[in-house]
């Protein structure tokens, strides 16, 4: 590997890391530094790259590789050992200096850090443990840190990772197991699959002795996630959904991040030659939403996808979707139904349906009253009843569907 100075590293690592989707912070324990001790605080400040969480908040992390050697040859990875791109590699000390003056800089917020594996699995994750141990243990800080673990790693390394981590996460990287096995071959399941259940009982096991002894350490308070390849394998929507569903429930992973495969330079000839449509992890994200945040089962988000093809609709979300599918269901009454059918109504989100069921404890909800706790009206009304607004025969009317759906833009041929 060619001597390259730290800028030199810090643009290929950059650059190299920018695959990575899963680094959203959602969760993460609020800690700071205006005691005047340590350094470093989860909130504030502008940065490098910018990570959306759920709520809206945005953080700014410095999301880099320690290397972009790897031993393996995951077809779809820009990183794989017979591509073709220029190497480079950080040491555990460089990464730590560039973290602290980064921060001090008030360039970021935390640090977003992943590797290729260089030599074995376990050299890595030491590797990728000392940045964090020395950052909390040697420098006191307190910003945001997300560890990416290696998954054949030994257990006892990756419970290190969620000792100094906010947020660890292991990349299940393929929706099924014959994509894995057909395009990481030097990847398994079992080893993945193995390596969440043990973070998983770590978080657990450490949440259990925080709540019984004040001093017992904390194990990635921001829980753990994974990201998926979209569009790389043969996997359709329905499989998609399913199998973040089951790591939901299996592994109480905080977030499943879906990321559209992208052709890659030098592309191995096993790989689709186009990405999939970027509405399709769009509507991924929409299904995602609708079982961590709305109630719905996995068979009902299931039960909008094609018969056929097992793909979600493109041209709508998957929550009007299922409400078209189903609209003997609706109207439904916003003064008497229970929750979980409020939050079936289309443009309804949970936030609004709060401050409609706090409502209506002390009057009769107006078709106004639902206006105000939403962004557009014009979407709900053929599916609710309220005080003054019943929609007739329009929930049966066959072109329901052209009339609340957004109308086909033309594109700008050159636009930029
Ligand atoms: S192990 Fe990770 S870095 Fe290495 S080739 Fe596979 S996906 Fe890329």
Redesign the pocket.
């Known amino acids: 590997m060619a001597q390259l100075d730290i800028s030199q590293k810090l643009t290929i690592l950059a650059d190299a890391a920018k695959y990575d989707a899963s680094c959203a912070s959602s969760g993460a324990k609020k800690r700071d530094s205006r005691d005047g001790t340590g350094i470093g605080s989860i909130t504030g400040g502008g940065g490098i790259c910018h990570a959306y969480a759920p709520d809206g908040r945005c953080i700014s992390l410095l999301k880099i ?1 320690l290397t ?1 050697s ?5 077809h ?6 017979s ?1 073709n791109v220029r190497r480079a590699r950080f040491t555990a000390p460089e990464v730590v200096d560039l973290t602290l003056n980064f921060y001090r800089r008030n360039y970021i917020e935390g640090l977003f850090l ?4 260089i030599a074995s699995a376990n050299y890595t994750m030491e590797q990728i443990v000392e940045v964090a141990r020395s950052l909390r243990e040697d420098h006191d800080f307190r910003g945001y840190i997300h560890l990416k673990t ?1 998954p054949n790693a030994d257990a006892e390394l990756i419970a290190q990772a969620g000792r100094y981590a906010d947020r660890v996460s292991i ?1 299940v ?1 393929l929706p099924t197991r014959q994509g894995l096995e057909r395009l ?1 071959p ?2 398994s399941e079992t080893q993945i699959e193995g390596a969440m259940a043990d973070m998983a009982t770590v978080i657990e096991d450490g949440a259990d002795a925080r709540k019984r002894y004040k001093s017992a350490p904390r194990y990635a308070p921001a829980g753990q996630s994974t990201q998926m390849i979209i569009g790389a394998d043969a996997a359709n929507d329905r499989d998609i959904v399913r199998r973040a569903s089951g790591l939901y429930t299996r592994f109480k992973l905080k977030r499943v991040y879906y990321s559209a495969f992208s052709p890659i330079p030098d592309a191995s000839a096993v790989l689709p030659l186009q990405r999939p449509p970027m509405q399709r992890e769009h509507r991924l994200y929409q299904s995602d939403w609708l079982i961590r945040c709305y109630d719905f089962s996995l068979a009902e988000v299931t039960s909008v996808a094609d018969t056929a093809t097992g793909m979600l609709p493109l041209d709508i979300d998957p929550k009007l979707a299922w409400a078209l599918k189903f609209r003997g269901q609706f109207p439904v009454d916003v003064n008497r139904a229970p929750r979980e059918m409020l939050l079936r109504i289309p443009g309804l989100g949970p936030t609004a349906v709060n401050r409609l069921l706090k409502a209506r404890r002390y009057r009769s909800l107006r078709l106004a009253d639902v206006a105000r706790a939403t962004t557009s009206v014009k979407k709900l009304r053929p599916f609710i009843i309220c005080e003054d607004w019943r929609p007739l025969a329009l929930t049966d009317s066959a072109d329901l569907k052209a009339l609340i759906t957004p109308k086909p833009k033309q594109m700008e041929l050159f636009a930029v």
């Open positions: 590789l972009n790897c031993i393996f040859d995951c779809y990875c820009i990183n794989r050992r591509s992943s590797s290729g594996i290696i990349n990287e990481a030097e990847k």
